[in-house]
Nanobody, 126 residues
């Protein structure tokens, strides 16, 4: 059975760092080249796209550029978050779109992703 599991969320002080991990299980490694991304949801109604992959490399939301680093090893994905600010407080989600290989380009809206973890909470205190 397909499962998506995030981990690594915690409470951290302003300026601190966290490393989130997403593990997709129940899939063959043939899907390692398909789109995955990180989203987060604070008080907004929709999940906000944070980081993902494109054919030419990693891509980031403006709020994450210069502070967050996304990486991936097959069906395991990471998000290194540095210089965390209170505005980063949110539930962070891992998402996968198994219908979209990276070489065709990955989308950035939550509606484009079919498989989600349950989230890991990141709380940044002042």
């Amino acid at each position: 059975q397909l499962q998506v599991n995030e981990s690594g969320g915690d409470q951290v002080e302003t300026g601190g760092s966290l490393r989130l991990t997403c593990v997709v299980s129940g899939l063959e490694e043939l899907y390692a080249g398909f789109c995955m991304a990180w989203f987060r949801k604070g008080r907004a109604k929709k999940r906000e796209w944070i980081a993902g992959f494109q054919p030419n490399g990693e891509s980031y939301a403006d709020s994450a550029k210069g502070r967050f680093t996304i990486s991936r090893d097959k069906l395991t994905m990471f998000l290194q978050m540095d210089s965390l600010q209170p505005e980063d407080t949110a539930m962070y989600y891992c998402a996968a779109d198994l219908a979209s290989p990276i070489w065709r380009g990955c989308r950035e809206d939550e509606s484009d992703f079919d498989y989600w973890g349950h989230g890991t909470q990141v709380t940044v205190s002042s």
